[in-house]
């Protein structure tokens, strides 16, 4: 195939996807606009246009890109305190077989817990507000990229170390230049993963724990019987966290591990 | 330029009795853990610089694990390898490895697998050396691919290129053409022959293709299996730079049936 056929093929291949995506939501919208006119109660189900009317309040009033900020950070945050630890952690445990022995059977006992029941324990230690927020969704994020990062460095290649090896590299060029970019898809599937859970969680925590953010003002919402700000509250979670993990999977594809996606 | 020009200076090995051997084992022996017999049993091999040797035998002869010995990738049990006459006490860049397949590094573009050697040994402009190098093994357009977008007989091209960016004195060789189907792995015989006349490079290369072994090696060591021990040893007489015609002569018919003779039997022995 010429290029320019190519090209004319991926883009034909997108804009059906599009289209596909767009009628997919125009259906639900219609849906939902009748089920709503039908039911007659716009504290059970507000109208998709009434939700829009509340968008439009909600960010006239600058009140729902605070509430967005105060998540995001939470969320990024706690994500990065996660990724931080359980990256290198993870390579480490990888590498040695005595540390592994030490501290996987204690991983295994406190990944079945989940972040929702660390609540009462981090509002004892923390109050109310961000660090406990932050807590959480560290909490949440960890897992998934820890046990990927994990898989990543144990599925090292004897070959490759070999190769490196007798090529001249020690033991600090074997971890940085071998290890490393060798588990980095498996870290970058962990973090794509650990990135939903935090994002999931920073809305539970809220909705408990803090005083500001998306899940917070979902809870207000709720008390006062505003459910057209619940819904706002919602979707903007939902297309948030759509947006924050496909850039992630565009980044990932375009500069962490273009070798895993050769065009 | 050419980087390995050691083995040149050598006086031709057929008659280099007395120099001290490039790489040599004394009574090595390999055993693995919960397997009686040992994969590597009481083995000597002296090879002079410069020299071609194949070695040869059936699957699971030993003969990858005596080659991961001289390359220090695994300790002998008992007995010593030397380089240069010198013990060996593990991997170092003075062995350039091929390995038989998936040992390129999938991070890296084709420049960097072949630059990686350069750049750990803090050599001048390995990207310098690289390119040359690739030009040397004919994939100079492919230098900013992936490894995984090129073909296996690419990878293997790649492979040795990348194992002679050190400029290392020895090449060792574990069945790198195994994978490859039978007319990219006629080209690649080739291809390696035109590469080693021009840098003449000690050459450790395993096989379990006879005829492989004839057409490429000075000496080919035949091993037989359970225990791994050398079987017979041959000397290879034909001129180089050789062309595959060689393989019609009836000195190369002959070879080929006496060796594949010993070959048979051992591997009905590790058959049974």
């Known amino acids: 195939m010429t290029p320019t056929r190519k090209l004319i093929a991926k883009i034909g ?4 996807a599009l289209a596909l995506g767009t009628a997919g939501l125009a259906i639900f919208l219609i849906i939902w606009t009748l089920a709503s006119a039908r039911l007659g109660n716009a504290v059970l189900l507000p109208s998709p246009l009434s939700v829009f009317e509340t968008y439009g309040e909600l960010i006239s009033d600058g009140s729902l890109a605070g509430d967005v900020r105060a998540s995001l950070v939470r969320v990024i945050a706690g994500f990065l305190m996660a990724a931080s630890v359980a990256v290198p952690l993870a390579l480490i445990l990888a590498y040695s077989r005595i540390l592994r ?22 509002i004892l230690w923390m109050g109310l507000g961000d660090p406990p927020s932050y807590f959480i969704t560290s909490v949440a994020a960890f897992f998934p990229i820890f046990l990927n990062a994990f898989a990543g460095g144990t599925s090292l290649q004897q070959e ?27 870290i970058v599937t962990g973090s794509r993963i650990g990135l939903g859970q935090a994002w999931m969680a920073v809305v539970t925590a809220e909705l408990i724990a803090a005083q500001s953010g998306l899940g917070y003002m979902i809870q207000v919402s709720r008390l006062s019987l505003e459910t057209s700000r619940v819904l706002v509250g919602m979707t903007v979670i939902g ?25 | ?94 062995c350039g490895v091929v390995f038989q397949k998936h040992s390129l590094f999938p991070w890296m573009t084709v420049l960097e697998n072949v630059a990686f050697g350069p750049r750990r040994l803090g050599l001048q402009d390995p990207r310098g050396i690289a390119r040359e190098l ?42 790198p053409f195994g994978a490859l189907d039978a007319q990219t792995r006629a080209l690649m015989q080739e291809e390696l022959l035109s590469i080693w006349d021009k840098l003449r490079p000690t050459v ?49 018919i002959e070879h080929r049936r006496e060796i594949a003779d010993i070959i048979r039997v051992e591997a009905r022995k590790s058959f049974l």
């Open chain 1, 13 to 16: 291949s997108v804009g059906t």
């Open chain 1, 101 to 122: 022995g030490l501290v996987m059977p204690l991983i295994a006992l406190i990944r079945p817990i989940p972040p929702i029941a660390w609540i009462p324990l981090a």
């Open chain 1, 160 to 186: 490759h170390v070999n190769a490196a090896r007798s090529l001249g590299a020690g033991p600090g060029a074997l971890l940085v230049k071998v290890m490393l970019p060798s588990a980095l898809p498996m």
């Open chain 1, 239 to 263: 297309l948030l966290g759509a947006l924050m993990i496909g850039t992630l999977s565009i980044i990932e594809r375009r500069v962490i591990v273009p070798w895993n996606y050769p065009r």
């Open chain 2, 1 to 94: 330029m050419l980087h390995v020009v050691e083995g040149r200076q050598q006086p031709d090995p057929t008659e280099s009795q007395d120099v001290t051997p490039r790489l040599r084992v004394e009574g090595v022996t390999v055993s693995f853990d919960g397997r009686q017999q040992a994969a590597v049993d009481d083995v000597s091999l002296s090879i002079a610089p410069g020299e071609f040797v194949a070695l040869l035998g059936p699957s699971g002869c030993g003969k990858s694990t005596l080659l991961n010995v001289f390359a220090g990738f695994r300790a002998p049990s008992s007995g010593k390898a030397f380089l240069d006459g010198q013990p060996l006490t593990g991997p170092s860049a003075k």
């Open chain 2, 134 to 175: 690739l030009d040397t093994v004919g994939l100079s357009d492919v230098a900013n691919a992936w490894p995984s977008s090129l073909s296996g007989g690419m990878q293997q091209r790649v492979g040795i290129a990348r194992a002679l960016a050190t400029r290392p004195p020895v090449l060792l060789m574990d069945e």
């Open chain 2, 204 to 252: 450790v290369f395993v096989t379990h293709d006879i005829e492989e072994a004839i057409f490429l090696a000075d000496r080919v060591v035949v091993m037989q299996a359970l225990p791994g021990r050398i079987a017979r040893e041959f000397q290879i007489p034909f001129d180089r730079p050789r062309s595959p015609e060689v393989m019609d002569e009836p000195a190369f």
